[in-house]
């Protein structure tokens, strides 16, 4: 299975955190608000806290730019949809969190 990795700028946490504060947490498709970094969950499951964790997906896919116009904050539910039937450059169990 190919790493993508390479392909982000050094910066892409900040990047992507800037693209998840400027949507105030919440996904742009769904609108589910996400969990804040340091947020405690406890009280989560594993599985609930991946739900809850909000994503930076690139609309045309291509990792290098990152373009403000090209970056939205999803849901991990949102963004594997984005990411199914093979229309993306990485598989579902390649997205990444950080």
Do not use: F
């Amino acid at each position: 299975m190919p790493n993508y990795r390479h392909r982000y700028p050094d910066n892409w946490s900040d990047i992507a955190l800037a693209v998840k504060e400027a949507a105030g947490w919440r996904c742009a498709k769904c609108g589910w608000q996400c969990l804040k970094p340091g947020e405690k969950t406890p009280h989560l499951s594993r599985s609930e806290r991946m739900a809850q964790t909000l994503q930076v997906h690139h609309w045309n896919r291509n990792p290098e730019d990152n373009r403000k116009k090209n970056l939205v904050a999803l849901c991990t539910s949102c963004h594997l949809a984005y990411h199914q039937g093979g229309k993306s450059n990485v598989s579902p169990g390649q997205l990444s969190l950080w």
